[in-house]
């Protein structure tokens, strides 16, 4: 007997077996006519299926939205009621998009511009789009980030901030808004050392999907060597926060203490990689910052572009003339901001060029000159110069702010939510 025989065979026996069954109405198993109410068939009036695309980079909202066959839906004409900037749309950004029926026609598009927002588009019978902007709610506690510096800041932070308190990269973040806070007093590449102890309080959010992020530094703390640096914050008459002093003495200063981002400067991820010419002051009366090539380079501070071109082992160079005699040079530079020439007039942390190695050097870095009447001096000793105080009838207030953040400063080491 061949395979195809049996297989013939056993396929009779099963018909005839179940034939007999259901003639003698003995079906093994309940018959659903038997028992159940025939159900209405289930049509389906409107089959809908979700298609996810991501704007890609160099691509504009409305071509994704021309190859999901979306048309009609003008974002720009929605966005001023829905108080989004089409503009700052970025690339990898995920769009949602319902079809329906047997046309297959999208019928709705969702995606979230901010972490605040999802904005949701629905097209009408009439076949124009209306949209809805659904808020994602935040709340907002508290938290105190403590410990010692053992190689960086980055590392400090990684050692003692769970990634359930915040993840990595609002860590990273972090970091470069201590650095900016204490942006005229330290730098967060040259001064932190290991065995620093370092404190801060600040805002932290949690969205209602769970995402978590900081928000605004309230105070922060670093000793380094046997000076402690504090900062407090307070409204500023802008109604933006300002930063303090324990006296009541802005941080903010003249001179920005490095003229490069800490979140550019290659040489923050490890004191063990610092180069060794880095920091090194006297031999050619500047202080090198190694960043990445291409990263901005800011003006330290408000003053009138004296030099912008090609000089000599300078590379390409800027340089400004400030008030009280003080001239600062940065050399090395890739490129020269875009109208940055002699006789200009710049702002603090106005973009004056970037990174580059032009000139003599042999890698990526910025040489920075501070001159004080000709004299090249390091740019940390500017610090002693004061701040701006606080107006006496703001002190009260200020000190009353400044005794609760230094307490909630000076709790024990770690990670403390302080409010929920
Ligand atoms: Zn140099």
């Keep these: 007997m061949t395979r195809r025989t049996l297989v013939f065979l056993l396929s009779v026996a099963v018909l005839l077996g179940a034939g007999g069954l259901g003639l003698r109405g003995t079906w093994p ?8 109410p025939t159900a209405r068939a289930i049509v389906v009036t409107q089959p809908f299926r979700v298609v996810h695309d991501t704007l890609q980079r160099g691509e504009t909202v409305s071509a994704l939205l021309l190859r999901q066959g979306v048309t009609g839906l003008d974002l720009r004409a929605l966005a001023s009621a829905l108080r989004f900037d089409p503009h700052r749309i970025k690339a990898g950004l995920v769009f949602s998009v319902r079809r329906e029926g047997a046309a297959d026609l999208p019928t709705h598009v969702e995606f979230r511009p901010n972490a605040d927002q999802w904005l949701r588009f629905v097209r009408t019978a009439a076949g124009n789009w209306t949209g809805e902007a659904v808020p994602i709610h935040w709340t ?17 932070l990684d050692r003692s901030v769970s990634d359930a308190t915040l993840d990595e990269n609002e860590r990273h973040k972090l970091v470069y808004q201590l ?10 590449s040259r001064d932190l050392q290991p065995g620093d102890p370092f404190a801060s309080v600040v805002e932290r959010q949690v969205s209602e999907t769970g995402e978590v992020r900081f928000g605004r530094v309230l105070a922060s703390q670093f000793t380094v060597g046997n000076k402690t640096y504090q900062a407090f914050s307070y409204p500023g008459a802008n109604g933006q926060d300002a930063y303090y002093d324990a006296n009541g003495t ?11 981002d800490f979140r550019y400067i290659t040489s923050g991820f490890s004191f063990s990689r610092f180069h060794p010419i880095l920091g090194l002051f006297r031999k050619h009366e500047g202080v090198d910052y190694a ?3 291409g990263s901005p380079v800011e003006a330290a501070g408000d003053g009138t572009v004296t030099v912008a071109g090609r000089a000599g082992d300078y590379g390409n160079l800027v340089e400004i003339r400030h008030r009280d005699g003080i001239v600062t040079r940065y050399g090395h530079l890739s490129s020269i901001g875009l ?12 973009q004056i060029g970037r990174v580059g190695m032009t000139g003599l050097a042999t890698g990526p870095h910025l040489h920075y000159e501070f001159r004080v009447n000709g004299v090249a001096r390091d740019p940390r ?6 701040g701006a105080p606080l107006p006496n009838h703001e002190l009260a207030d200020f000190r009353r702010q400044r005794a609760l953040l230094s307490e909630l400063l000076g709790g024990s080491p770690g990670t403390t939510p302080i409010t929920e």
Aim: no cysteine; net charge negative.
């Design 339 to 350: 109208g940055i020439r002699p006789g200009l007039h710049v702002a603090q942390g106005e």
């Design 179 to 188: 650095a900016s806070v204490n942006g005229y007093t330290l730098d967060f």
């Design 140 to 156: 907002m506690d508290t938290i105190r980030v403590s410990g010692e510096i053992q190689s960086n800041l980055y590392e400090a």
């Design 291 to 293: 960043a990445a090539a």
């Design 29 to 36: 198993w309940t018959r659903l006519s038997d028992t159940v």
């Design 250 to 260: 802005a941080l903010k200063r003249a001179f920005l203490v490095s003229p490069v």
């Design 381 to 386: 000793s500017i610090r002693s110069e004061p």
